[in-house]
């Protein structure tokens, strides 16, 4: 059973950056999975917020990295295979990305990753908060 764990939430300031990561205590690489970045906003429905698949057919490795229109241009998403973990960087943080952040991955994401549903994935982690003060 892969166990996933979300670190790096705090609280920051408006303007301020954040990095968030996507760990696991096991020894299962997290290479060898897609991962997916949601966040529940207070009284809101849990988003898709960036996602990294594997590659599909005859290729190896990463596919494609997806960041959603919401975030575009502050967030982004990558692999860190030193830490075996997948990062979300966030920048020009504002009060409205306050929220719980979650990671999930698969084995089987392959290809555009932004329209699987939280529970779509194999394994999820418990999430971490993120507060962002004006």
């Known amino acids: 059973q892969l166990q996933l764990v979300e670190s790096g939430g705090g609280v920051a300031q408006s303007g301020e950056s954040l990095t968030l990561s996507c760990g696991t205590p096991s020894r299962w690489q997290l290479s060898l999975y897609g991962i997916g970045w949601f966040r529940q906003r207070p009284g809101k429905e849990r988003e898709a917020i960036a996602c990294?698949?594997?590659?599909?057919?005859?290729?190896?490795?990463?596919?494609?990295?997806y960041v959603a229109e919401s975030v575009k241009g502050r967030f982004a998403i990558s692999r860190d295979n030193a830490k075996n973990a997948v990062d979300l960087q966030m920048s020009s943080l504002t009060p409205e990305d306050t929220a719980v952040y979650f990671c999930a991955a698969s084995r089987t994401l392959y290809f555009y990753c932004l329209d699987w549903v939280y529970e779509k994935y194999d394994y999820r982690g418990q999430g971490t908060q993120v507060t962002v003060s004006s």
């Open positions: 990294i698949s594997l590659a599909g057919g005859t290729r190896l490795g990463d596919g494609d990295s």
